[in-house]
DNA sequence: TTGTACGCGTTATCAA
DNA sequence: TTGATAACGCGTACAA
């Protein structure tokens, strides 16, 4: 194990002006950084990360919590495409980040959570699809102990930033085009996210306006993201509404499936962009979000708190869409 | 921060006492343990993982090493489940994992490779899906230097084991099933996965033995494991064929895609059981195995190098089957 | 411009 | 049975 000690004895000089090389130091001669370099590139050195962040006063290490208890397996997508784009941004900017599915932290108190995120030394915090549900991440976000970026969850103070799209404009836009792009529309089955959360709510709003607007009969019913909680829902008032929106592709996809099955067509909608609507041969409306790009988004915000901006939110881009199978598969 | 000095104070003793309460040495009096561990619990202390790795003379921190940069996004879902099973074990032994994704290592000598993951006290490595590619790691793993388990990978010695399934077996029983199942077997179409990849070879000598047994003419293409590719194979020489057998679900759903573009039938067979068989309604063959469970042995192996045992194969089951939709969607 | 000495939080050794 | 003290590898005031 190459230490900075080493470095130091093959260079001849004291550990702390390898340090000063290293970090990028003004004051050292181009004689002894030439040295340096030349013994850090000979011994295949590269610093301890674990006793920088022990020794630094002020270290950063980022911890990602992915909620993975979404009930399908094709929740898998979007998460791991949120880890490549925080992994990515990680490596550019250098700063260890390490990954925490949010099931583990189901037990603990927040005091507890926060003194092993402590004991990890990790004072930053992305969190991908907040739960409501998730109270000691929320008491933790309140306590503004760690630096948080909340991606898909409108919350936001001095040390917490928020980085979603427009929830509310996006299943706006994605409902009535397929309200419009539809003749019937005297009742519509809005089928919602989870009951309390964030963007469930703010979806919900939106297709409230637009039942003002087109002044059609509403059912909502809570699918829970859940792709067979949308087929059930679909068996009990798919024969009655002439349009399905939903909150999820995946539970668009289910409703689809169920529709097959029932032998009854209705126009869908979905929301996300995954791309196993591409298999689907529907052909449905849905709202296509860039994943990779709003994790490092969310990333970049973070950099910003830590150089001292204030939290804000952001707000990405977003893209009504139909998903073809050729729009899905990578050659 | 609470600190071991934080819980020393406050129980009153010295800090190397807290350590050994921590740590269950013997020759501590229940009396001092009492004090020690009241302490604790009312400062809700947390040891720092980095500090107590820097200071041991023997860490244990594990690099789990993945590899996403198959062509496809449904690998997601593969991978996702090694995670979630590495991070599950590691949870249950205590063990600091850090995941890295292997595109990060692309332009890394093995010996600059090797000097990063000791710079983050990494001393052990499970590698899933190593392809034949990646020189730096197959050196790492001849060098001994690392404890390391190769998921899906035949490789083992003294610091490695190897956990996988047995791909031969495997691909014989999907092949032989799909061919028993088919009248007319005169020319059959093998899509390969990556030339040169040891699963490949093993799946390929099957596929070479079945054609012995039933002796009809056998196509060989290379895939590439990418669904695009298999698309254009099969583009090729579907009308050719009587039937077509793919290395992966993957290629096997760009085949059956294929097919129903060129509008004709061939039976086809997959490998791997993941959840979007469900969704094309095909009802191929195809070889199911659990993802989760198998990350969770080679953590299990890896647990068993690190406790002094030598490196060996470790093999698991496999199922046949068909993958409907109500399989793979979830209550 | 360079080197000395101390601290970060922990474990391990040895003396008490 | 307990407590000082020296590591672990690094950053950083402060002194030289």
Redesign the pocket.
């Given at each position: 194990?190459?230490?900075?000690?080493?470095?130091?004895k093959k260079a001849?000089?004291?550990?702390?002006?390898?340090?000063?090389?290293?970090?990028n130091?003004?004051?050292?001669?181009?004689?002894?950084?030439a040295?340096v370099e030349k013994a850090v590139e000979e011994l295949g050195?590269?610093?301890?990360?674990?006793?920088?962040s022990?020794?630094?006063?002020?270290f950063n290490r980022i911890g990602l919590i992915v909620d993975i208890r979404h009930n399908s397996q094709f929740i898998d997508e979007i998460d791991m495409k949120y880890l490549i784009g925080a992994y990515e941004k990680s490596k550019e900017y250098q700063i260890d980040v390490v990954t925490f599915f949010s099931s583990q932290f189901d037990d603990m108190s927040s005091e507890q959570l926060s003194a092993y995120l402590k004991?990890q030394?990790i004072n930053c915090l992305i969190i991908y699809n907040l739960s409501s549900e998730n109270r000691n991440l929320h008491e933790i976000i309140e306590n503004k102990e760690f630096y948080c970026v909340l991606v898909d969850s409108p919350i936001f103070n001095e040390k917490t930033s928020s980085v979603s799209i427009d929830h509310y404009m996006a299943q706006y836009d994605v409902a009535r085009l397929t309200i419009e792009e539809s003749n019937i529309r005297d009742k519509i089955l809005y089928i919602a996210g989870g009951r309390g959360g964030y963007i469930t709510t703010q979806r919900l709003e939106a297709v409230r306006k637009l039942q003002k607007e087109y002044q059609f009969e509403l059912i909502v019913e809570y699918g829970n993201f859940n792709e067979y909680k949308a087929r059930e829902i679909v068996f009990q008032w798919g024969r009655e509404v002439n349009i399905i929106i939903c909150a999820s592709d995946l539970m668009a996809i289910g409703a689809v499936y169920a529709l097959t099955d029932m032998d009854i067509f209705r126009p869908v909608c979905g929301f996300d962009g995954i791309s196993l609507m591409g298999y689907t041969k529907a052909g449905m409306n849905t709202v296509k979000q860039d994943f990779v790009q709003k994790s490092k988004q969310a990333f970049d915000e973070l950099k910003k708190l830590l150089d001292g901006g204030k939290g804000c939110h952001i707000e990405m881009p977003y893209e009504l869409t139909k998903l073809g199978y050729m729009d899905v598969i990578q050659k």
């Open positions: 194990m190459i230490s900075i000690n080493d470095v130091a001849g000089v004291a550990k702390s002006t390898v340090s000063k090389v290293l970090n130091y003004q004051l050292v001669s181009e004689e002894t950084r040295k050195y590269v610093p301890n990360t674990l006793a920088v022990l020794s630094k006063k002020t004991s030394r």
